[in-house]
């Protein structure tokens, strides 16, 4: 994404502290016991094209009378009066205005515990590399990283139209609070008055949080050759690793924190792998990941063909599940890992993940 702090932004958004209710720990505390049934697919949000002929915008928008309370009942907020709204499960809001013109979207994403700072911005950077990742001439005006909150200022071009926009990431508790505006920027100082008046209407319990709303948002990701997808969160960070291991690409993602990661390992050799080959080079893969004193508990066939090994790498003290099989004269591994003391958190997301492996 095109970094740009020298051109001038027009003030389009006055965004006061979001209120928020209920505190949170620096420290790891058990994560709420309801059981997680509800994954919501996430897809960045594509404002409508608008119309060739000019559209009649409306002079003066207003905001509705009573709060708009989510689902969840985590988050509160005014919403624009007689915009097209919509809920997207339990934890988020999308509105668009009755002539496509502008845009708002309110989530809430449940982290398990309190975020550093500096995990609060390595959330908001994935979440802004998934939203604005294939828009056109996206330019970053400006970055706003302060104790317990991201605010990012862009104009980019979609459909041919130039839009501009904010995202604010508000951290509380266990939770962060991402409030997007959207509009073109030919209607910037039109709506500048009523998105500062939504931002200020907000508040947050982040108490309310349950382990339904741990990293929701999911994408849908493929394995290099198309052998597979899977879907991840959001707001994990990605990478790609081709240096690591001989004839091995390795994509990871991981969580804002870095305590949790799922990795993608894809080896190819010239001529097919029988059953020896596969497990060697299953084996070598991953003592150049995760370490030479990496010791398997438990190594199970799975019901499609796969092979699960179950370990922990003292070195690196994470704990882990590998999934992996061979298709010719290739060998796809999918790992999930964990440092123990973080398991209550991120083994649910985990193995949501791997549930959702998917090679149809």
């Known amino acids: ?38 994954v919501l697919s996430e897809t960045a949000i594509t ?23 989510s689902v969840s009942g985590v988050f509160q907020i005014n919403l624009p009066q007689g915009w097209n ?5 339990s934890f988020q809001v999308n509105c668009e205005s009755p002539s496509a013109d502008a845009l708002l ?29 294939e828009v056109k001439e996206y330019t970053e005006i400006e970055r706003a990283e302060t104790p317990a909150r991201v605010i990012n200022r862009a104009t980019w071009r979609r459909n041919g139209e130039y839009w501009e926009g904010v995202d604010a990431f508000t951290r509380k508790g266990r939770g962060v609070f991402h409030l997007t505006f959207a509009n073109l920027q030919t209607q910037s100082e039109n ?23 741990l990293y929701p948002f999911r994408r849908t990701v493929s394995a290099r050759d198309a052998f597979f997808e899977i879907e991840v969160p959001t707001s994990w960070g990605s990478y790609l690793d081709i240096n ?36 060697f080079n299953t084996r070598e893969i991953m003592f150049e990941l995760y370490g030479y004193d990496l010791k398997n508990s438990d190594d199970r066939a799975l019901p499609d063909g796969r092979e699960r090994l179950t370990w922990y790498a003292a070195g690196k003290d994470i704990n882990g599940i590998t999934d992996f099989d061979a298709y010719r004269n290739a060998l796809y591994l999918l790992t999930i890992t964990w440092e123990p003391s973080t398991a209550s958190i991120y083994l649910p997301v985990l193995e949501e993940i791997q549930l959702s492996f998917n090679r149809d």
Do not use: W
């Not at 051109?7 to 058990?30: W, Y």
């Open 1 to 38: 994404m095109k970094k740009n702090h020298k051109k001038n932004f027009p003030v389009i958004f006055l965004l006061a502290s979001i209120c928020v209710t209920g505190c949170g720990q620096q420290s790891i505390p058990p994560v709420e016991t309801q059981a997680a049934t509800t």
């Open 47 to 69: 404002p409508t094209l608008i119309p060739a002929q000019p559209t009649e915008v409306e002079s003066n928008p207003t905001i509705s009378g009573p709060s708009y309370t």
């Open 85 to 89: 709204c919509s809920e997207s499960g």
């Open 105 to 133: 979207q309110a989530r809430i994403t449940s982290t398990g515990y309190e975020l550093t700072d500096e995990s609060l911005a390595a959330f908001a950077h994935a979440e802004l590399v998934h939203r604005y990742g």
């Open 191 to 213: 709506y500048a008055d009523m998105y500062s008046t939504i931002s200020e209407s907000v508040k947050v319990y982040p108490e309310k949080l349950t382990r339904e709303a």
């Open 244 to 279: 690591s291991v001989k004839k091995t690409v390795v994509e990871g993602y991981m969580s804002p924190d870095q305590r949790a990661s799922v990795q993608i390992a894809v080896y190819r050799q010239s001529i097919s792998l029988d059953k020896d080959a596969k497990g």
